[in-house]
């Protein structure tokens, strides 16, 4: 009797149309995969437009679900679609074999089956979170850089700031507001309170409706 398998295939909305990663080729290398290990595929599970940040996929718990059951192989096409945390992957991979259950990775060649395929699985899953977080770091200096020199760098400019030709000036009226949130934070009032003063003084943001807590929490945050 040939062994049981469940193919899980992921693409965030950014990836939906890139070669490679689409659903379909997806989903066609994962069941090239099967066939030459002589995996029986007993279900298929899919989770469009998601991100692989966290593990709370409503296809991935199917998936999941599915393979404990069989006590077989989750079959996916790489790494990167089970998840972007070498935490959640290391927990799933420990779930999966409490239950007599294995992951297989296709381009990567992973299977946990054995001990040397999750050593190796753990290795893989450290340098793609490290790749991932390098990838935010350098963003975030690069919007930082952007934010120093006052150039633009995204469609609406910051709060307390507006565009002019292509670059950051402060906006006057914002920035008496921002003084306004701080000062009233001094005197140890709250978010809230801050909220409901701005409020009563007919202080609106920048389509006219009350400036929120969850505004003034921003404010705060930016210094």
């Given at each position: 009797?040939?062994?049981?398998?469940?193919?899980?295939?992921?693409?965030?909305?950014?990836?939906?149309?890139?070669e490679?990663?689409?659903?379909?080729?997806?989903?066609?290398?994962c069941?090239?995969?099967?066939?030459?290990q002589d995996l029986e595929?007993?279900?298929t599970?899919?989770?469009?437009?998601?991100?692989?940040?966290?593990?709370?996929?409503?296809?991935?718990?199917?998936?999941?679900?599915?393979?404990k059951?069989h006590?077989?192989?989750?079959?996916?096409v790489?790494?990167?679609?089970l998840?972007?945390?070498?935490?959640?992957?290391?927990?799933?991979?420990?779930e999966?074999?409490?239950?007599?259950?294995?992951?297989?990775s296709?381009?990567?060649?992973?299977?946990?089956?054995?001990?040397?395929?999750?050593?190796v699985?753990?290795?893989?899953?450290?340098?793609?979170?490290?790749?991932?977080?390098?990838?935010?770091?350098?963003?975030k200096?690069?919007?930082?850089?952007?934010?120093?020199?006052?150039?633009?760098?995204?469609?609406?400019?910051?709060?307390?700031?507006?565009?002019?030709?292509?670059?950051?000036?402060e906006?006057?009226?914002?920035?008496?507001?921002?003084?306004?949130?701080?000062?009233?934070?001094?005197?140890g009032?709250?978010?809230?309170?801050?909220?409901?003063?701005?409020?009563?003084?007919g202080?609106?943001?920048?389509?006219?409706?009350?400036?929120?807590?969850?505004?003034?929490?921003?404010?705060?945050?930016?210094?």
């Open positions: 009797m040939s062994k049981k398998a469940v193919i899980y295939t992921r693409v965030s909305l950014e990836k939906m149309a890139e490679g990663v689409s659903l379909e080729a997806q989903l066609s290398k069941q090239q995969y099967a066939q030459l595929v007993v279900g599970y899919t989770d469009e437009g998601k991100t692989g940040k966290n593990t709370n996929r409503d296809g991935l718990r199917e998936a999941l679900k599915s393979v059951k006590k077989g192989t989750l079959i996916i790489s790494l990167s679609r998840s972007r945390s070498v935490v959640d992957t290391c927990q799933l991979v420990e999966l074999n409490k239950t007599g259950a294995n992951l297989a296709v381009q990567e060649n992973i299977s946990t089956e054995g001990a040397c395929g999750r050593f699985l753990n290795v893989m899953s450290s340098l793609y979170q490290m790749e991932v977080e390098q990838l935010s770091e350098r963003t200096n690069a919007m930082q850089h952007l934010r120093n020199t006052r150039r633009r760098f995204s469609r609406h400019a910051p709060y307390g700031y507006r565009y002019e030709e292509g670059k950051m000036v906006d006057d009226a914002e920035q008496h507001i921002i003084r306004y949130i701080h000062d009233l934070r001094k005197e009032l709250t978010q809230t309170k801050i909220a409901e003063i701005l409020a009563a003084n202080f609106n943001n920048r389509v006219g409706k009350p400036i929120t807590q969850h505004a003034v929490s921003k404010v705060l945050r930016a210094g």
